[in-house]
């Protein structure tokens, strides 16, 4: 069952935390907007980082709205797909993925950091490790991130794939969606190297890893909306997320759900064409998320 929490203008982290954990029990007696977020930190993290924007979205649309951690990002992108969720934050290849099977969905804002819409994954490994290049991991132990994720897997192996690397060349390998947790294991010496999104490696690289080699750019990820959701509320949630980085609790709201996140802008469907024939190519491989 997906985590839920109800959010309002004065809820704390803490609040958030209990709806979370008690969400089996319903408390909702008025209409409600779901936001959906795939779980690629601790649903703990995910709760104090998009709270505040809940908030601000549950005022600005008069309705309160429901953060929603799916269990995996199958199940998230089944959510939207299927329009259970109402409003979607998706990785670059969820939103691929989404599209391929469920269609198009009414693109609302892109994360744009440091003044660019593009993100980077990076190929980690402790600092004091031998590996310096991805040739050198046939024979080594692998974390990725989910299946479905962007840089935790998907660009990754595509980039293993052109260096020759396949996955029976690994001693072993395992897939994480909490990319917390995949540097922690590289630290604790669990795992060889693994792939993580640049910005959680930021987050720990001081900690001791270090990057074996950085993914190419591709576009960052996208808020979407529910096909079934009435075009002004479509218009309404555009127009919330695009203004934020000009409302005067838009830089730290920007800032908790990422640390680089500087604003909220528009995307295009078309910007994700390159990453639909990386996974093509993946898919000619054998490799499907």
């Known amino acids: 069952m997906p985590f839920r929490f109800w959010s309002w203008k004065k809820n704390s982290a803490i609040l958030a935390l209990y709806f979370v954990l008690f969400s089996s029990v319903s408390v909702h007696a008025e209409p409600l907007l779901k936001l959906g977020i795939h779980p690629y930190l601790s649903s703990t993290e995910i709760v104090r980082r998009f709270t505040p924007l809940a908030d601000y979205l549950s005022h600005e649309l008069k309705t309160p709205v429901a953060i929603e951690i799916a269990s995996s990002y199958a199940v998230h992108i089944r959510n939207i797909g299927t329009d259970s969720v109402d409003i979607a934050l998706l990785g670059p290849a969820s939103y691929v993925l989404m599209t391929r099977e469920y269609g198009r969905r009414p693109l609302l804002a892109v994360f744009a950091s440091n003044g660019t819409k593009t993100l980077r994954g990076v190929i980690i490994a402790k ?21 479905a994720s962007t840089m935790g897997h998907l660009v990754p192996r595509y980039m293993l794939l052109k260096k020759g690397v396949d996955i029976g060349d690994l001693a072993g390998h395992v897939f994480l969606s909490n990319q917390e947790n995949i540097c922690l294991a590289v630290l604790a010496g669990d795992f060889d190297a693994a792939a993580v999104r640049e910005d959680v490696f930021s987050e720990y690289e001081h900690k001791g890893l270090k990057a074996i080699a950085f993914t190419p750019e591709a576009h960052d990820q996208i808020f979407v909306a529910s096909a079934k959701l009435p075009k002004e509320t479509v218009r309404a949630l555009h127009r919330a997320l695009i203004n934020l980085k000009n409302r005067p609790e838009g830089k730290q709201i920007l800032s908790t759900m990422q640390k680089d996140l500087r604003a909220l802008v528009p995307g295009k469907d078309s910007e994700y064409n390159y990453l639909r024939e990386m996974l093509s190519e993946l898919k000619k491989a054998g490799i499907e998320p």
């Open 127 to 147: 600092k004091d490790s031998p590996i310096t290049s991805l040739s050198q991991l046939k024979g080594k132990k692998f974390a990725f991130g989910d299946k």
